[in-house]
Antibody, heavy 122, light 112 residues
Framework: QVQLVQSGAELKKPGASVKVSCKAS????????LHWVRQAPGQGLKWMGL????????IYAQKFQGRVSMTRDTSTNTVYLELSSLRSDDTAIYYC???????????????WGQGTPVTVSS | QSVLTQPPSVSGAPGQRVTISCTGS?????????VHWYQHLPGTAPKLLIY???NRPSGVPDRFSGSKSGTSASLAISGLQAEDEADYYC????????????FGGGTKLTVL
């Protein structure tokens, strides 16, 4: 079955960077967009961007441009989210999510990772 | 605040029917973009509940239904059960924003 497994919880200091991984299995890795979504404490879901695992091309939400980088490793079917210049308001659970079957931008997110808590605190 | 507006909370007794609205604008839902809905239980990953406005993935009970009209969409839950208590989010697309994927602010459903 389709599965996304994320790396474990992170504790970072303000100004540092964090890199979260998301390993895909159960489908052809290069056939679906992978998205990153975060949820800050007490808040709703916020889309951060997506990566096309086939070409490595990305689209980032305007809010995160300049601080975010999404990459992939096709040898291990893994995508990565790196967020730099961390602030306390980056404290959140970060989810990867598959954008359905096929490279269609408006597909629903049919499979989600378990989430990676990131805490930013001095 | 979110581009898609949802009520912060709704409630209903077991067996009742509730609806959750998702109000957008002419640049998103009103532009014809589909709406998807997710159920999110604390400590778990969100679960796709309704896709392409009114379709249910395999395994989702037919108590859950979705619709759209104009610049708004709705999720209806009939025959409420205690296990339906969760947060619900709508998801669509906006052609004007820098970064086109948008979520509603979420609605907390309480089963009384």
């Amino acid at each position: 079955q389709v599965q996304l497994v994320q790396s474990g919880a992170e504790l970072k200091k303000p100004g540092a960077s964090v890199k979260v991984s998301c390993k895909a299995s159960g489908y052809t890795f290069t056939s679906s967009y992978l998205h990153w979504v975060r949820q800050a404490p007490g808040q709703g879901l916020k889309w951060m961007g997506l990566i096309n695992p086939n070409y490595g091309t990305t689209i980032y939400a305007q809010k995160f441009q300049g601080r975010v980088s999404m990459t992939r490793d096709t040898s291990t079917n893994t995508v990565y989210l790196e967020l730099s210049s961390l602030r306390s308001d980056d404290t959140a659970i970060y989810y990867c999510a598959r954008g359905g079957s096929g490279m269609i931008l408006v597909n629903p997110f049919d499979t989600w990772g378990q989430g990676t808590p990131v805490t930013v605190s001095s | 605040q979110s581009v898609l507006t949802q009520p912060p909370s709704v409630s209903g007794a077991p067996g009742q029917r509730v609806t959750i609205s998702c109000t957008g604008s002419s640049s998103n839902i009103g532009a014809g973009y589909d709406v998807h809905w997710y159920q999110h239980l604390p400590g778990t990953a969100p679960k796709l509940l309704i896709y392409l406005t009114s379709n249910r993935p395999s395994g989702v009970p037919d108590r859950f239904s979705g619709s759209k009209s104009g610049t708004s969409a709705s999720l209806a839950i009939s025959g409420l059960q205690a296990e339906d208590e969760a947060d619900y989010y709508c998801h669509s697309y906006d052609r004007n924003l820098g970064g086109f994927v948008i979520f509603g602010g979420g609605t907390k459903l309480t089963v009384l």
